[in-house]
Nanobody, 124 residues
Framework: QVQLVESGGGLVQPGGSLRLSCAASGFRLDLYAVGWFRQAPGKEREGVSCISGSTGSTDYVDSVKGRFTISGDNAKNTVYLQMDSLKPEDTAVYYC?????????????????WGQGAQVTVSS
């Protein structure tokens, strides 16, 4: 089966850290582009970060630059989103997704396969 499985969400205090994982089965993530998106209640789905396995390019939305880091582990066929210095406004459901192309884009319509979502709550 072709699927993405997310893990690592949870509750964290402001200033804390979480690491989200996106593990793929049935295909190799390093051949394609993987994105992280988030959606908070009442807001549009927002592109957070992406990485291209073929080119190595990455991108981040301005609000997370310097705080979030996207990376991949080819041996584990997994992409991670390390989230540091978390803020309450980072609270959302986070989704990983893959597009079967090479370009790293923060546009959700470009992605074809999605994980189930992981809740991230930043609160004291």
């Amino acid at each position: 089966q072709v699927q993405l499985v997310e893990s690592g969400g949870g509750l964290v205090q402001p200033g804390g850290s979480l690491r989200l994982s996106c593990a793929a089965s049935g295909f190799r993530l390093d051949l394609y582009a993987v994105g992280w998106f988030r959606q908070a209640p009442g807001k549009e789905r927002e592109g957070v970060s992406c990485i291209s396995g073929s080119t190595g390019s990455t991108d981040y939305v301005d609000s997370v630059k310097g705080r979030f880091t996207i990376s991949g582990d080819n041996a584990k066929n997994t992409v991670y989103l390390q989230m540091d210095s978390l803020k309450p406004e980072d609270t959302a459901v986070y989704y990983c997704a893959v597009r079967f192309s090479t370009g790293c884009r923060l546009v959700y319509q470009s992605y074809e396969q999605w994980g189930q979502g992981a809740q991230v709550t930043v609160s004291s």
